[in-house]
């Protein structure tokens, strides 16, 4: 039980979060749009990419294909940020 003016930091799954709206957080990624059917290790198995797929990769490695419907609804190009000198 949170004390007195603390904020409960984790709620069960079906707690208040159920029925609210959601966004996904702003997180950077590279991709790449694939020109042929490939498959790709991830935490829960296999997944493949159909041609035209994008191919997703985090900041941590973790790779995961989207459609391209749904990357260009999704995704932004990000500006290239300055490297940084020594």
């Not at 984790?10 to 042929?36: C, D, L, M, Y």
């Not at 989207?66 to 940084?84: K, L, S």
Request: net charge negative; aromatic share 10%.
């Amino acid at each position: 039980m949170a004390k007195q003016g603390q904020k409960k930091t984790t709620e069960s799954a079906a707690g208040n979060w159920s029925g609210r709206k959601f966004r996904n957080k702003p997180v950077v990624v590279e991709a790449q749009q694939i020109h042929e059917m490939m498959t790709v290790r991830t935490p829960f198995g296999p997944a493949t990419g159909a041609v035209g797929d994008w191919l997703i990769t985090a900041a941590d490695g973790q790779q995961w294909f989207c459609t391209d419907e749904y990357f260009r609804e999704n995704y932004e190009p990000v500006a290239d940020e300055p490297e940084e000198q020594n």
